[in-house]
């Protein structure tokens, strides 16, 4: 009858004393939060251009030292007027250390060829400077005003025994 509890919560007051320290966690969380979000992404850059044309049934043949690329090219007549060069991507392996078939290729470097490739139709390119016997594939995207790029053609194999 003369009990007393153990415990005796002040009136009013038990959910008092959390409320400030729940308000300064949740402020230091929005804080760093949004500390890192200045707005600033990335440096400014202009959108790709993007050229609809493609090469098709790319082939590579090698004559008096130089690669010849052929093929043709799929678009509108109008846009094709518009194809300034193309940009030729490579990759060389030796005889002995060829990839698989069906294994990725990885091309390793390309060259812009800033000249006439398109004939009506056709593409036909010239690359210099290839003079390792092996392996080389090549893949060709076409270029376009202000540096459009096309999608890419599929990759053709050459084997050079002579050089």
């Not at 959390?18 to 440096?43: E, T």
């Not at 690669?67 to 991507?89: A, F, N």
């Not at 490739?117 to 290839?130: L, Q, T, W």
């Not at 392996?135 to 599929?154: C, Q, T, W, Y």
Request: positive net charge; aromatic residues 8%; charged residues 25%.
């Amino acid at each position: 009858m003369g009990r007393k509890p153990l415990y005796v919560a002040r009136k009013g007051r038990a959910g008092l004393n959390r409320l400030p320290v729940f308000l300064l966690a949740s402020f230091l969380a929005a804080l760093i939060a949004l500390l890192p979000a200045c707005g600033k992404k990335g440096p400014p850059f202009l959108t790709e251009s993007k050229l609809s044309l493609r090469v098709d049934q790319l082939k590579a043949e090698w004559e008096n030292g130089r690669v010849l690329l052929k093929g043709y090219v799929r678009g509108e007549d109008k846009i094709i007027s518009s194809v300034t060069g193309c940009r030729v991507y490579h990759a060389w392996y030796t005889m002995d250390n060829s990839p698989c078939e069906g294994c990725p290729i990885e091309m390793t470097g390309f060259e812009e060829i800033k000249e006439k490739v398109v004939s009506g139709d056709r593409f036909s390119c010239e690359i210099p400077g290839v003079e390792k016997k092996g392996i080389h594939f090549f893949e060709v995207r076409l270029m376009g005003k202000n540096g459009a790029l096309g999608p890419p053609s599929d990759k053709t194999k050459l084997m050079i025994d002579d050089c």
